[in-house]
């Protein structure tokens, strides 16, 4: 007798590998089909599992489309791939090793596309699709929710990839109470960058960087060139302070930074004001020559590093034509670009709830988009979410651990901090469709784009606030209406609504 068949529903996981970031997605796969399935649900790689487990079981085959079973698929035209970058095949079928089992196929274009598969089939088809039996009409029997995974499950598929390559959330340093689980949530979203802002680099940089690329997301160190809370007023801007301050930054980068494995540096200059000089210099032209100076002297020590210039466009949008001679090596991300969402706090969102100019905004945005041309390295910061203090705020010294706060600690401050997001989630609600539009507008005429959010002090480790997975869902998707995006992602378990 076989050895296999003592349950005749019975389902197990078949994976390219067990290493890894897809190790990642199958231990989510694994976890979330768990809380369904009631019976050992048993994980095989694809070198190592016997035909008679294919042929006695339900299977969940989770691997790239070149991984060997799932190529058989392909070449079968039993499934279509996905041909994009981070992006993945997902089908429910009848398997092909016997028609009165079911087949689940996770594939992926790539490695990030194949664990993104993972988390979609959690969070869409294991949080609500799933549900969605021919035995009740309603979820009010108890039943309901019982039998996933023990009756024939229904019908699913899609070919997705993102349309926003680099997805990613800003914040500072000292405002991540749990780093590992602050990521998690990242994973969860399919977020993949974090700049993370400090006065200095932590001392447990490298454990921090570690462990964002295990999930697949680069990890950006983010410090001041020039930059400050007082800069209309403490910026030296004469050529002697100018060279001093390069020199002084590409000792800090070889200090702190250039042996932390990190995927590139963030920084901000003189740029965030709301006037276009300061004493007699122009900040457009003068934060040009700075960075053109200092990029020059770190690129010719590192000629592979990745450097993102956070650009406030208050102090420069009337001078654009300084900002395009730019080192085409730096990429732009461009901060408070008009209104909701580019504006940090409420913007000009008033109490009416008027977006604010919206299409004079996107007129600005698809400018600078291409200001140095159709393939130019730009990103762009979304804001709206949970800000610093600033009534609180000091800078932070020398030698900090990041993200190693006590539960207490993360538990008393997502009390507190949930009350603002119930305000946060109101705005990215009545303004979900301009986000939209606004992304739309950032991807016109480019084929790469990075778009960040800022997200401070937000006990993201603690909770996935609505508003979080509208942005990251409208980054993969900005072709949906956005009022589909927040039907869609309400339903995922990892989701939280605020004060609910």
Known sequence: MSRYIENPNRWVIVAECYSGLVRKGVDLVYKTVSDHYKDYLSVFTMDNVEQEVLETSNVILIGQNQSEMVAKLIDRKLITPCTKRQGYSALITDSPWNSEKQLVVIAGFDVRGTVYGCVDFCNQYCGYEVYKCNRYTNCMVVDYFDTAFHEKLPAWSQITAPEVEERGIWTWGHTIYDYRSFMDNMFMLKLNELVIWNDYAPINAEDIVNYAHELGIKLI?????????????????????????????????????????????????????????????????????????????????????????????????????????????????????????????????????????????????????????????????????????????????????????????????????????????????????????????????????????????????????????????????CRKAGMETVQQVMKYPCVTVANL
């Open 221 to 477: 160190w983010g410090f001041a060139w020039g930059w400050g809370t007082d800069c209309n007023v403490s910026a030296k801007l004469d050529d002697a302070s100018l060279k001093q301050l390069r020199d002084d930054i590409v000792a800090k980068y070889d200090r702190e930074y250039a042996n932390s494995n990190c995927d590139g540096i963030y920084f901000q200059s003189f740029t965030e004001l709301q006037t276009a000089y300061i004493g007699e210099k122009l900040i457009a032209e003068t934060v040009v020559d700075l960075v053109n100076d200092t990029a020059g002297a770190l690129l010719a020590k590192y000629p592979d590093l990745h450097i993102q210039f956070g650009l406030h466009a208050w102090s420069v949008k009337d001078h654009t034509e300084y900002i395009a001679k730019v080192d085409p090596r730096v990429y732009i991300v461009w901060e408070n670009c008009g209104c909701f969402p580019f504006e940090g706090e409420f913007g000009d969102v008033g109490d009416d709830g008027a977006p604010g100019d919206l299409e004079a905004t996107r007129a600005f945005v698809e400018k600078i988009t291409v200001l140095r041309g159709k393939d130019d390295k730009f990103g762009a910061v979304l804001k709206g979410m949970i800000g610093l203090d600033w009534t609180t705020f000091f800078h932070q010294k020398p030698g900090l651990i990041i993200g190693q706060r006590t539960d207490r600690v993360v538990k008393e401050r997502t009390y507190t901090q949930n009350r603002i997001w119930k305000f946060r989630q109101t705005n990215w609600i009545r303004h979900v469709e301009n986000v939209r539009l606004m992304v739309q507008s950032l991807l016109k005429d480019k084929s790469y784009m990075n778009v960040q959010c800022v997200i401070e002090d937000a006990m993201f480790e603690s909770k996935i606030y609505l508003p979080v997975a509208i942005y990251a869902e409208t980054l993969w998707d």
